[in-house]
Structure formats: structure tokens, C-alpha cells
């Protein structure tokens, strides 16, 4: 090491300093998107204080750094799942047969505004967005012909969906159940993340200690029932998209994930038992190194977290996987076909990261739902990726590179510093922390702040987004647009006016009055709702309930 | 004293992304406008109403819900309904927007649209140049 | 819009126009003194609220949770909110107005014809209101309004302005906050007839209660030296006006929980209390007097200094008391006599 200190000087002395003074470079910082600066070159030196077999080690071991699985993709590729969505259930059907067809391995839910906040179609609340940015969901019935000739034993379906998480989670169940797949083979995934609600993504119906309980009811019925299903999916994406950086977005999911493993240990579930059944959402940005290292600092910390702060034992509880969708937010409405760039350069940090599955957008999101082309190209690019680039054929190739190595080492530092911090507000619990946060603004202060500092930088020109601020050109856009039927809030409503006109009024009642009652007595909530959607109660009504018990929540703003 | 330009900065609609809105929100107040935020899931009505209590200059409406079509002509007719005069302020629209409905938006009263990663300092300079041009052309 | 449209208007219930004389009175419009001239008659039936604390208190949401219950006992209810404005850019976010949400979602407050609320920017200005505070409540007070809130900057300052503009003045604290800064800082003691300790389901709220109870039972001089032993605002104590005041008056002290609607309906209670108070005590006029007779004073100030520029050679007797030729006392007699005889010929 000493030999390569003096070198280092020598270069630095020698080699670097006078071309400086003849060349100059373009910028007097240089710095990662999240802000961590970043020196010319990497050496030894910079990662002399790790040590291999402790902090990188191989594939499929602790601390995992390297990746949760001994062979990765070597084994089987990335799923690759494309969130998709739109009008009515026949629509969306239409659209994942059409992905499947195409080698889509996975299916991804979006539903529409009414559906996500859980209120019914034919609310006030809800006109002009039925269907507008995913499916509309109101009753069991419309899940029947979602699924419609789409066997649930052999697909795994993700759902992005929160405050009513259960109910999805229950129809998707009930669907099973009438296709006479047991419940225990069914796979999939439910976002079911509240607590970056409140942090970012703003989906909030009830107050949050109430939405936590909401949580941990699932997970407590999940590990009994679903065990093959993955019952959150703790989510850094939309913190990231709401302005954070990479680094706040490492710790606040991080964070979130201690405080619901707290929030299960609390309620007395066994740690091995759900731990398989918690899994990741990242965002894959444009920094290239950067996302790399976070995907790999995540991995690392959260192994050290489960095994070391909460006690689990099997090794299969210490694993982080994750899922990755490319950064919305880099898209531009500009020179659209530029997208296709940069979600190329995304999807693959997240394949070199070690994702479990990826979504990649399609180019033209920044003006509407993406069409038929740019739903193929979007997954093309991850077929690209994984058949002919050969990227996937090494595990974990960039592992040892001085620079890669550092900044995961990094990330990993200047995350523990904000843990520790909500760990502080919460007088030692991650938990109470994080509630905590989410009281006083901590979160939102934070994010909000890193979202106005890009921006200024943007409106500066210290930072170039191309096509943008730079490379700008005069065009006119002509990009096929996915329109949707403006039918379709009129063809929902009747549906649902059917639906219940034709069901047992009477046993919705009952069910809703068991929920009623359990959610009073501090029971858990699942048992009722399986029973409230099987017989065909709304989302409307079953989240009713729930709000007449919890109340409703509205956030403070902070700018 | 100079009359300062009021903005009305609204979501409207279900979706939660106050992204923009914060961030517009933030800009506008630092380029010396008083800035009036609605925060998040607000009806037509209550933008509307917001809109002549508070006598703005300007109306932003912000949204990514692809509700654009249904609920901007709302709140403008809404301001006419509550007896204010849509014509005296700037109607403006920011997110993701297709093409084809940023021209029917303008045919139903919206000033201007703006799409995802339009410099703020636009926003600012067409308020500012758009403003008094409007008002004049009321007037006469 | 002309005068006589936005006054007719005003008066006869239509939003529109007192939300545009709003501006013209808040911007200093020419048009601005005409029209205060024509409403004045008509107002002084509103009963006018203020609260007052420090950030973080919770004052938006006491605000909103007090319209609320104020429209439930069937009053019809302004709001003016005043945010800071920078001094530097004159801007300023307005954003008390999103916290004006009630309880059932079914009846919005946003909506309510029954209720108008109005944000204004101190525009950088010290002392917790904006400038034109007090029109602009005069201007709601005409319009027909049973009860005006009104809420200061609430940036930490001295806040004292707004016993200026209110007939019942609201201090809401909270726990937690280190109570002597709370308490002893800018004439928070004197300016209260009612104190609040929001968020009292915090630990500490009886702490801040039975120390706010302790330091309003003091006299006049305890508080004093109390208040100089911990370097709180000495001038407005000394002056003693705070306590004269309120004569007779003991400030309660409310808890509320806002954000649980807990606590309001007592604290309605409360002001409503004190504005029936003041009315059968006679101190209501009191106070008005105080305030009328402040406000003609400035008011004629004002006139009386335009005239001394317009009909008078002032800037020739600043420069002979430049070149000390002439002494104050003498030089404003003179201009006085200027003044009083331009008057006799015009």
C-alpha cells in the first residue's frame, strides 16, 4: 500500500497537475446526481479500509453485496414486468394478453386514480379519471374479467396499490379460489407500503398509525395464507420521483422497512416467517455508478439489519429483492425518442445491480399512457439487454472496481447517518422514528428540498438535461397517443349499478358490520374483507368503513 | 405600492404528484409573486372558489391524472359561476399532457399549457409578458 | 370595477366584489379611501378574533376547526391569514388556506357561501400583520360577517399588532416548546384574553396550563420583574396598557387537540364568553375608543403632513434649520400658521 501512496503522490504531482494547468477540465466539481463528490480516479487506496470477504464476499452469501442468489441471471433471467393498465377490466386484459404473448414474464397492475385513493366509480370524487391512468376496479366482478383465461398458477401478478391493499389482495385470492388454484401457490406482490405515502407518493385515505395497523393485519394473514406472496413492496421509487436523491431514497426505504419489521415484531409475528414475504421498489436514475452502488449498499444493509438488529436466522430472511423500475422523472417531453437512451442506460445500472425484476418506461410517458410501440420498445430494450449485450452472463461484474466499490461503501455511510437520525426522533425505535418524521415533516422538508435544489440547477444550467436546457431543437411532435375511451366512466358506472343490483345485499351488509366490528376491536381486518369482496361489496364501501372508524387523514403541506 | 401578481397554484383531481406544484410553487415566490397553494386532491368547485375569494391574477393548475379534459373546463366555468371573470386572469395548465389536448385545453379557455421539464423561468416570463396583454385585450 | 359597482356590490352579498375591493384597499389603489368612506357606517357588528403564536402551534388548523364550529352554531365567518413576505423579492407563499378542511368531507368549508377566506403577505412588515389588516376586516365586517378570524404571520416575533384590529385576542401555545420562551418572549402574557394550549395531548400540556394560570395571576409588577429577570419584550410591559386593558377580565385557559376537533367547542365558548363580556362591561367601547381615536390621530397626521407639502415652503425652513438660522419649535409654529391660513383663503 505504501508503494501505491507514493505513486499515487507521484502521479498526482507529476502527471495530473501540469496537464490541469495546460488542459483545464470542464468543471471545477465534479459531483454524482445525489450530489456525493467525485474524485478524478479510484485506487486501492480509496478501499483499503474494506475488506473482501466481510463487506463483498460471493454471490448468494451474507452480506450479499454481490447479489441474493450464488448464480443470478446465469440461473434465470430478471422478470420483466411492464405495469400496465387502462379503462375498463376487458381493456387491460386485452393489453396483458398482449404482453404475455410477447415474452412478458410478469404482470404488473396500474390501476386508475378512484381505485388506488379506494372510492368507487361512480363517486363525485372520481369523475373525469375513471380509467383514465390504469384499470378500474370496483368489485370482484371486475377482477373476474381482468383475469379472465389468465391462469394465477402460472403467472405472478404485481399490484400497485395501497390504502386498499387487503381488498386486492382479497380479490386476487378469490379469483384463485374460482379458479381452483390453492392459495398458497399463488405469487405475486402488493405494494402496500403506506408509510412513503406519507413521505412522498401521496395516495393517503387513513392517518397513519391506523394505515400501519391496516399493514401489519395483512402481513399477519399473508404469512398464514398467501405464503408465496410477497405482502409489500417497500418502495424508494416514489420518494425518488417526488425530488429525492439517491442517497435519501436508500434510507428512507431502508428506514421504512425497519420500522415495519419493527411494527411485526410488535404484533408478535415471527421474524423468519414474514421476512421472505417483504420485498424492495427502486428507482433507476441516470447516474450510471451511482444507482449500481446503491442497488449493492441496499442489499448490504439490510442483510446486516436483519441478522444483526433483528435477530433472524434463516439466511433467506437476510435477502433483499427488488424490483426496479426506470426514473419516470428522466423522462423529457422533448426529443422523445431520447428516452429510449436513457432508459436503456437505467435498465441496465438496475440489471448490474442486481434486480430481482424491471420495469422499463416507454418513451413516451412524459405526454400520456404509452402506446402498443412504445410499450414494445420499452421492452425490447430489457430483451436487448438480457440476450444479446451479455451483461447478464457474470455475476456482479463491476464488484471490485475501486470507484464502484467506494461509492457503495459511500451510500452506505451517508444512509446510516439518516437512519440514525430517525432513529433519534424515535428515542431508539425505528418505528416510533419514523412516525415521528412523518408528524414533524421531516421527510417531506427533506425531499422537497433535494426536488427545488435539481431544479434550480436545471434553471441555472449547471445541470443539462439534453434536448431540454441544451441541444434544443424546433419540432413538431407526432407520437400515437393511447387515448381512452371517454365511454368508459359511463360503461364502469352501469357495471357497477349492476353489480349491485344483482348481488346479496344482505350479506354484503353482514360483512361490512363484521368489519366494522373488527376494526373497533383492534382485530385484525382481513378475515372480514375476504368475506366483504366475495360478496361483491365495493372498494368504496369496504374503505368506507374503515374511514368511519379511523377517520381520514389530511396531510400538512410543506413547500 | 406596486400590485403584486397573486398565483393560485391548484391540484385538482385525485393524483398526488405535488412534485411540480411544490417546485412552481417555491419558484414563483422566490421571482416575487404571492403564491397561493391549494395542496393536494381538490375539487373544481374549490379551486374555483379559491380563485375569485382570493382575486389572483392567476390560475396554475396543476395535474397528471389525464383528467385534464374533464376537470379544467370545470374550474373555469366554475370562476364564471362564482362571479369571477376568467377572461381578467391567466388560465394556465402544467403536466402530462398529449398534443392533440393541449389545442382542444386552449379552445376551452386555457391560456397556456406546459409540459414536464418546462424551465420554470418560462412560466415566470409568459405571466409577466402574458398578463398585462390579456388584460389589455379584455378591456378594449 | 368602479367605487360605486364595488360597493353596491359588496354590500349586497356578491364575493366577487369584496374580493376585488380586498385588493384594491390591500394594494392602496386610489380607490381605496373612497371606498372605505361609504362602508364605514356599516360596519362594527362583527365580532373580530384574533389569534396569535408561534410557528408550528397549530393556529390554521384552530382556525379551520373554529369556522367549522362557529357555521355549526349558524354565524357566518371571514378569514384573513397572513403569511410572510419577503422583504428582498415580495414574494410569498399563502398557505394557510389548505388547512381549512373540515371534518366531514361531505360539507366542504372551501365551498361554503357562508364562509369567505382571504389570504394576505405581510409584505415584510414587522409586528404580525399585514398593513392593511384592519380595512380589510372592516371591509369583511360590511360584507355581513358574524365572527372575523384573523391570523397573524406567526414567524416568532413580537406579535402585539393584532390587539389593534381584534376585540378578543387568542394566544395559542403548545407543549414542548421550552415554555419560558413561549410564555416571556414579546408580550405574550399582556395581549391574551384568551390563552390556548393546542396539542394537548402532547406530555407537558399541564406544565404550560398551570404555568400560563401562575403568570396570569400575577400583577402588573410580579410580571415586570419577572419578565425582565428572563429578558422578555420590556417595552410593552412596562407600559402597563396590557393590563389595563383587560381590567376585570381573568383569561381562561383552553386545551384543544385540533387536529382531533377536541377542546373547540369550548374555546368557542370562550370567545364568545369574552365578546358578551366586554359588551356588558362597557369595554368593548373602551377599546374602540382607544383604537378610533389612535387611527383619526394617524389619519389626520397623514392629512395634515400632505398639506404641510402642498401648501406650504417647508423645504425652505429645512434648510434655514440646516444652517441652524431658525430652531424646530419656531419653524413648525410657523408652518402650522402656513397651514391654518392657506386654509382660511382656500
Not at chain 1, 113 to 136: I, N, Q, R
Not at chain 1, 315 to 328: D, E, I, N, V, Y
Not at chain 1, 334 to 355: E, K, S, W, Y
Not at chain 1, 433 to 460: C, H, M, P, T
Amino acid at each position: 500500500m505504501t508503494r501505491i501512496d507514493e505513486k499515487r503522490r507521484e502521479w498526482e504531482e507529476k502527471c495530473l497537475k501540469p496537464w490541469l494547468q495546460k488542459a483545464g477540465q470542464r468543471e471545477e466539481r465534479f459531483e454524482t446526481l445525489s450530489g456525493i463528490k467525485v474524485k478524478t480516479v479510484y485506487d486501492p487506496l480509496d478501499i483499503e479500509h474494506l475488506d473482501f470477504v466481510k463487506d463483498i464476499g460471493y454471490p448468494g452469501e451474507y452480506p450479499f453485496t454481490r447479489g441474493v442468489y450464488p448464480n443470478m441471471y446465469r440461473g434465470r433471467l430478471w422478470t420483466m414486468r411492464q405495469f400496465s393498465g387502462f379503462g375498463t377490466a376487458e381493456d387491460t386484459n386485452r393489453r396483458w394478453k398482449m404482453l404475455l404473448e410477447e415474452g412478458e414474464t410478469g404482470l404488473s397492475t396500474a390501476f386508475d386514480f378512484p381505485t388506488l385513493m379506494g372510492v368507487d366509480s361512480d363517486d363525485p370524487l372520481a369523475d373525469g379519471e375513471v380509467g383514465k391512468v390504469g384499470v378500474a376496479i370496483d368489485t370482484l366482478k371486475d377482477f373476474e374479467i381482468l383475469f379472465d383465461g389468465i391462469p394465477l398458477d402460472k403467472v405472478s401478478t404485481s399490484f400497485t396499490i395501497n390504502p386498499p391493499a387487503g381488498i386486492i389482495l382479497a380479490m386476487y385470492v378469490a379469483i384463485a379460489e374460482k379458479q381452483g388454484v390453492s392459495k398458497e401457490k399463488i405469487r405475486g406482490t402488493i405494494q402496500n407500503d403506506m408509510l412513503k405515502e406519507f413521505h412522498a407518493q401521496n395516495t393517503l385515505v387513513l392517518p397513519p398509525e391506523p394505515s400501519l395497523k391496516v399493514v401489519v393485519d395483512i402481513f399477519e394473514w399473508g404469512a398464514e395464507h398467501v405464503p408465496k406472496f410477497n405482502l409489500i413492496s417497500i418502495s424508494g421509487y416514489h420518494i425518488r420521483e417526488a425530488g429525492s436523491t439517491a442517497v435519501q431514497e436508500l434510507a428512507f426505504t431502508i428506514a421504512d422497512g425497519m420500522a415495519y419489521v419493527e411494527a411485526a415484531m410488535e404484533r408478535g409475528i415471527d421474524i423468519d416467517k414474514l421476512a421472505p414475504q417483504l420485498s424492495f421498489f427502486f428507482n433507476s436514475h441516470n447516474d450510471f455508478f451511482e444507482e449500481i452502488a446503491k442497488f449493492r449498499a441496499a442489499r448490504r444493509m439490510w442483510a446486516k439489519i436483519m441478522r444483526d438488529e433483528y435477530g433472524a436466522k434463516d439466511p433467506r430472511s437476510w435477502w433483499l429483492k427488488f424490483h426496479t423500475q426506470t426514473a419516470g422523472c428522466s423522462l423529457t417531453a422533448q426529443q422523445p425518442l431520447n428516452n429510449v437512451v436513457r432508459t436503456t442506460i437505467q435498465a441496465m445500472a438496475a440489471v448490474l445491480g442486481g434486480t430481482q425484476s424491471l420495469h422499463t418506461n416507454s418513451f413516451d410517458e412524459a405526454w400520456a399512457l404509452p402506446s402498443d410501440e412504445a410499450v414494445r420498445v420499452a421492452l425490447r430494450t430489457q430483451q436487448i439487454i438480457a440476450y444479446e449485450s451479455g451483461i447478464p452472463n457474470v455475476v456482479d461484474p463491476l464488484a471490485g472496481s475501486y470507484y464502484v466499490e467506494w461509492l457503495t461503501d459511500k451510500m452506505e455511510k451517508l444512509a446510516w447517518k439518516y437512519i440514525e437520525d430517525i432513529r433519534k426522533m424515535g428515542d431508539g425505535s425505528m418505528l416510533r422514528g419514523v412516525l415521528k418524521g412523518i408528524e414533524n415533516g421531516f421527510f417531506v422538508r427533506e425531499i422537497s428540498d433535494a426536488a427545488a435544489r435539481y431544479q434550480r440547477e436545471i434553471e441555472e444550467g449547471k445541470r443539462i438535461v439534453v434536448g431540454v436546457n441544451k441541444f434544443t431543437i424546433e419540432e413538431e411532435l407526432k407520437i400515437p397517443i393511447l387515448k381512452v375511451d371517454p365511454e368508459v366512466q359511463r360503461r364502469q358506472i352501469e357495471r357497477l349499478k349492476k353489480v349491485k343490483a344483482e348481488r346479496d345485499n344482505e350479506a354484503v351488509k353482514e360483512a361490512l358490520e363484521w368489519l366494522r366490528s373488527a376494526a373497533e376491536n383492534d382485530e385484525n381486518v382481513m378475515p372480514p374483507i375476504m368475506e366483504a369482496v366475495k360478496s361483491y361489496a365495493t372498494i368504496g364501501e369496504i374503505m368506507g368503513v374503515l374511514k368511519e372508524v379511523y377517520g381520514t387523514y389530511k396531510k400538512p403541506i410543506i413547500i | 405600492m406596486e400590485k403584486k401578481i397573486r398565483v393560485l397554484v391548484a391540484k385538482v383531481g385525485l393524483d398526488g404528484h405535488d412534485r411540480g406544484a411544490k417546485v412552481l410553487a417555491r419558484f414563483l415566490r422566490d421571482s416575487g409573486f404571492e403564491v397561493i397553494y391549494t395542496g393536494l386532491h381538490r375539487t373544481p368547485q374549490e379551486v374555483a372558489m379559491a380563485a375569485v375569494d382570493e382575486d389572483v391574477d392567476v390560475v396554475g393548475i396543476s395535474l397528471h391524472s389525464g383528467a385534464h379534459l374533464a376537470l379544467v373546463p370545470k374550474v373555469i366555468n366554475y370562476i364564471r359561476e362564482y362571479g369571477g371573470n376568467p377572461d381578467e386572469m391567466l388560465v394556465l395548465v402544467g403536466g402530462v399532457i398529449p398534443t392533440d389536448d393541449i389545442v382542444e385545453l386552449k379552445k376551452m379557455g386555457v391560456d397556456e399549457v406546459f409540459i414536464p421539464g418546462t424551465p420554470i423561468s418560462e412560466i415566470v416570463e409568459f405571466i409577466k409578458i402574458k398578463l398585462p396583454e390579456k388584460r389589455k385585450k379584455n378591456e378594449s | 370595477m368602479k367605487v360605486e359597482e364595488l360597493v353596491e356590490g359588496l354590500l349586497s352579498g356578491n364575493r366577487r366584489a369584496l374580493a376585488r375591493a380586498i385588493t384594491y384597499v390591500e394594494n392602496d389603489y386610489p380607490e381605496s379611501k373612497e371606498i372605505m368612506k361609504r362602508i364605514f357606517t356599516k360596519t362594527g357588528k362583527a365580532h373580530i378574533v384574533g389569534l396569535t403564536g408561534f410557528p408550528g402551534v397549530g393556529k390554521s388548523t384552530l382556525v379551520s376547526k373554529l369556522t367549522e364550529e362557529f357555521r355549526k352554531r349558524g354565524k357566518k365567518v371571514g378569514i384573513v391569514a397572513i403569511d410572510p413576505g419577503s422583504p428582498f423579492t415580495g414574494g410569498a407563499l399563502l398557505g394557510d388556506r389548505l388547512r381549512l378542511d373540515g371534518m366531514d368531507s361531505r360539507k366542504p368549508l372551501w365551498t361554503d357561501p357562508g364562509i369567505f377566506f382571504r389570504s394576505m403577505s405581510s409584505r415584510g412588515r414587522a409586528g404580525g400583520l399585514a398593513a392593511k389588516t384592519g380595512d380589510v376586516v372592516r371591509l369583511l365586517d360590511a360584507f355581513g360577517f358574524d365572527v372575523i378570524l384573523v391570523e397573524t404571520v406567526g414567524a416568532g416575533q413580537s406579535e402585539v399588532d393584532i390587539i389593534e384590529v381584534a376585540d378578543t385576542s387568542v394566544v395559542v401555545m403548545m407543549p414542548e416548546t421550552g415554555d419560558e420562551i413561549q410564555i416571556n418572549k414579546a408580550g405574550i402574557l399582556e395581549i391574551g384574553d384568551i390563552y390556548v394550549v393546542n396539542k394537548a395531548d402532547l406530555g407537558g400540556a399541564e406544565k404550560v396550563e398551570r404555568w400560563l394560570k401562575y403568570m396570569l395571576s400575577l400583577d402588573e409588577e410580579s410580571v415586570q420583574m419577572l419578565s425582565q429577570m428572563t429578558h422578555a419584550d420590556e417595552a410593552r410591559v412596562a407600559s402597563g396598557e396590557f393590563f389595563e386593558r383587560r381590567k376585570g377580565w381573568n383569561p381562561p385557559v383552553v386545551k384543544t387537540v385540533a387536529d382531533k376537533g377536541e377542546g373547540i367547542a369550548e374555546l368557542a365558548d370562550a370567545i364568545e364568553e369574552h365578546f358578551k363580556y366586554m359588551k356588558e362591561t362597557g369595554l368593548i367601547e373602551k377599546r374602540r375608543r382607544e383604537r378610533m381615536k389612535r387611527e383619526l390621530f394617524e389619519i389626520v397626521t397623514d392629512d395634515i403632513i400632505k398639506l404641510v407639502k402642498e401648501k406650504t415652503n417647508y423645504r425652505d425652513v429645512i434648510e434655514k434649520l440646516v444652517r441652524n438660522e431658525i430652531d424646530p419649535y419656531t419653524a413648525a409654529e410657523r408652518i402650522v400658521e402656513e397651514v391654518l391660513k392657506s386654509g382660511e383663503k382656500g
